[in-house]
């Protein structure tokens, strides 16, 4: 399974990279031409139900063997709104919450870090804190290249 955000890509190209990567599904919120670029590919061996797709996720239903949910959350582009990803995510995860599924939200956490070479403003540190302690998220950590 693959999770891209501003991917740039319209169905014809999703397609293409579908074949590419060997997968046989996809769900696609194409560019409006600045925003909303999302695909999430997967393999015929996981059963995908959709629950929603908007310029700023797609959440979906994994079942694998177990059920679980997953959502791929694009963020706002604009520094002055980057905390509005997180009352976004809040809302959406107390109004649609699962019972008892583990739940996984793929995300590009980097602009914590960086912002064009200067520290993060202390305010989107402290949103993010806050999401991560107020719903009960924690950090899975991961393995591999430094861009996964």
């Not at 990567?21 to 059963?47: A, F, N, T």
């Not at 694998?64 to 959502?71: A, H, I, K, M, S």
């Amino acid at each position: 399974m693959f999770f891209l955000s501003k991917t740039h890509l319209g169905k014809a190209k999703a397609e293409t990279l579908k074949s590419r990567w060997g997968c046989d599904h996809y769900i696609i919120h194409e560019s409006d031409g600045r925003s909303g670029k999302l695909l999430l590919l997967w393999r015929k061996e996981v059963v995908i139900q959709l629950n929603d797709v908007s310029k700023h996720f797609i959440d979906v239903v994994v079942r694998d063997g177990d059920e679980w949910r997953l959502t791929g959350v694009y963020g706002e582009p604009s520094w002055d709104h980057k905390d509005q990803t997180w009352g976004r995510c809040a809302r959406y995860m107390v109004a649609v919450r699962s019972p008892g599924w583990p739940w996984v939200i793929l995300t590009r956490f980097y602009f914590i870090m960086r912002r064009k070479g200067r520290a993060c403003p202390q305010g989107h540190i402290q949103a993010f804190q806050d999401a991560l302690a107020n719903y009960g998220l924690a950090d899975i950590g991961y393995t591999g290249d430094i861009f996964t």
